[in-house]
């Protein structure tokens, strides 16, 4: 039972006037045995101070650990079986650590100079240089106090049919030594789309080049069906879905003037003309959004969008490419509205991490 100091010598007065740990117990309220054991941790070291264990001395101490954490990140010595050879190896130990051991210690020492680490696994994220870090810093400067909820963030994403009829679970359970198996087909079939999402709801889904089972009327140099998205066929987006849909959606919300976010495609380069010409025929106001940083999905919360969706999707278990075709569909659509919200209202986070971080990716 855990009590403060102050009830500790409570006890130990209490017991002084009566005598008898039940009464004290009674008339403090407090469990017989914790009683019992205070009064004679009192007796033995006249004191209520909490005594140290004897527990066992630490294999690696603070230099080597420290030397581990280096080691750790720089990544040269393999994983942290490797890592515990170098310590060993200059006197720091006297004998190779496990693992485990050598791990836990690297991230103790680690979380107490205030830069905590952690094991990652999967590849690497790209790397960005000096020249992207700095226009993600001035975009993030730049734009730490805009109106979020005055943005629509457009995308186009690819969602594969890769296990027909399997509901696949964000987490499941087996057997030690078995694995979760589901169907799988070696080559998916692929739903391509754009969408935009506002703080207030989700455009149509406008389905593109590069979807199996469709034949785009958009032809490629060799007169063919194209099979990738064109400078022409993302005219037709912004046209007949993007800049309408978002004119729809930030017109229940009694708003004229918004702006259009897209990422660096060479597709996109469309746009400038397409919004122009947009609000010369409508007399409309729609903006986009300028400067966005290159290789910053990590700034966009329609990525997270994305990610939420093919969740959704996967726990369906569609058995047909029509079905699967059709639950995206559907979930894109019936997004919840406080999913949209939280995403537009993490965005001033987010930009404050990467001006902390100097441009470097963030967590989002």
Sequence with gaps: MAITEAEKWAIIQDFKATQNVSA???RLGINQKCVARWVRRHQETGGVAKLRGNGRRALLSDVAAKEAVKLLLDGKHGGSNHVGRVPHTKGLVSTVPHRTTLTRAAKKVAKLEGAPIRAVRGPPVKELNAATKKKRMDFASNNLKRRWDLVMFTDRSKFHFFSPGASIKPVGWVRKGQQRQAPRVNHAMVVNLYAGITKWGVTKCHVV?????????????KGQSSKIISTVEYKDVLKDTLLPEGTRIFGTQGVSTWFLQQDNDPT???AKQVVKEWNDNKGSSIQILPSWPPSSPDLSPIENFWGWVKGQVDEKGCKTFDEFQLTVMSVIKNVPKPILRSYFNSMKARLAQAIHLEGAKTSY
Excluded: D, F
């Design 24 to 26: 004290t117990a009674r």
């Design 209 to 221: 080049a590069g979807t199996s089972k469709h034949k785009s009327k958009y032809l490629n140099q």
């Design 268 to 270: 996109h380069k469309v």
